[in-house]
């Protein structure tokens, strides 16, 4: 997906900047679409290119961050600051939107505003942050940004709102845009950024977690940062799995570790004993070693989320992301 990375490789990594350039520009971007409709549309996804470069951009980020702390030395390129202006926009737009007096607490309709802001001005955003010569694939890579909130007829978000996202990242990188030195900062900086404003919504505008399991799922609404969060923490000499139950340890070093940070906000929006608001996150803390933890969230991510039709029949596929099987 990163240009210069094998695997996967979206463009050779041997032709010239030009050659490169010009074998994007010829792509005929579409706007995204629905593909997945019915259950047995399923097989469709996971044999699609779509899914090989979403699962190899996730995998090749875990790597990435392996063992190195959010407050490690990273570059910052001009499009992750971008990227970042462009998240302290939708966290100013909360700001300017209140939440609303209603008699339901959940859902606040507020959210509704908030979000026919972003629709209105999403692809206006993407283009600030893309080359001028790929100004066309705008309109693609901006639906996975509006995506990628929460769905403002229910007033939700889930694990489905967190993958575009990653497909707005994905793709971000497909049409060169980040590159291979950006993927700390991809997850320290605008990864970490998105969270942020993610919990700032939710908080805001009481949204509902969109197909909870409840107490067995992992976390209401994210997964991505428990799989990152875990593969920053392998081979740590001190913190193991046993030591993220304990509040004093969580707030003595969140601000170094994505995983951390989960469980403070976890702490902070459940009362009771962590062990039954948050039974999966419990029975992980008995697992060994960090290196297990993230080996079992993966399959865990492709298992509860990748391969569950309530979260992929709303995924939508184009030109960079698509519907077509790998090509052998």
Same mark, same amino acid.
């Given at each position: ?41 399923? =097989? ?131 049409? =060169? ?15 970490? &950024?998105?969270? #942020? ?8 505008? &009481?949204?509902?977690?969109? =197909? ?23 081979? !740590? ?5 046993? !030591? ?5 340890? %969580?707030?003595?070093? !969140? ?24 039974? #999966?996150? *419990? ?6 070693? *960090?290196?297990?933890?993230? #080996? ?29 099987? %790998?090509?052998?």
């Amino acid at each position: 997906v990163f240009e210069g990375e094998m695997p996967p490789v979206s463009l050779p990594a041997s032709s010239p900047e030009d050659d490169k350039a010009a074998a994007i520009i010829s792509l005929n971007f579409i706007v995204p679409k629905k593909e997945i409709n019915m259950v047995p549309d399923m =097989g469709k996804w996971k044999r699609s290119q779509a899914y090989a470069d979403y699962i190899g951009f996730i995998l090749t980020l875990n790597e990435a961050v392996k063992g190195k702390k959010l407050t490690c030395e990273y570059k910052v390129s001009e499009t992750v600051e971008k990227l970042l202006s462009l998240l302290n926009t939708l966290d100013r737009w909360i700001d300017e939107t209140p939440p609303m007096d209603q008699p339901s607490r959940f859902g606040n309709k507020a959210f509704r505003t908030w979000y026919a802001k972003l629709e209105q001005e999403a692809e206006a955003l993407v283009s600030t942050v893309i080359p001028s010569s790929v100004r066309a694939a705008a309109p693609e890579i901006a639906v996975y940004l509006k995506e990628s909130v929460g769905n403002s007829t229910r007033i939700d978000y889930g694990t489905g709102h967190e993958a575009a996202f990653a497909a707005f990242l994905c793709c971000l990188c497909k049409i =060169g845009a980040l590159r291979v030195d950006d993927q700390l900062a991809i997850i320290f900086k605008v990864f970490d &950024r998105y969270l #942020q404003v993610m919990r700032k919504l939710q908080k805001t505008y &009481r949204m509902e977690p969109a =197909g909870s399991q409840g107490v067995w799922g992992l976390d209401d609404f994210q997964f991505l940062p428990f799989i990152w969060g875990s593969s920053q923490l392998i081979d !740590h000499p001190t913190l193991e799995p046993r !030591h993220f139950v304990e509040e004093k340890i %969580v707030n003595e070093h !969140h601000q170094d570790y994505m995983f951390l940070e989960c469980i403070k906000f976890i702490n902070e929006m459940k009362t009771g004993p962590f062990a039954e608001h948050s039974n #999966q996150l *419990w029975n992980i803390s008995a697992v060994p070693t *960090w290196s297990k933890v993230n #080996q079992g969230l993966i399959r865990m991510y492709k298992a509860e989320c990748l391969e569950k039709f309530p979260v992929i029949q709303h995924f939508k596929f184009g030109s960079l992301l698509p519907i077509q099987p %790998v090509k052998p």
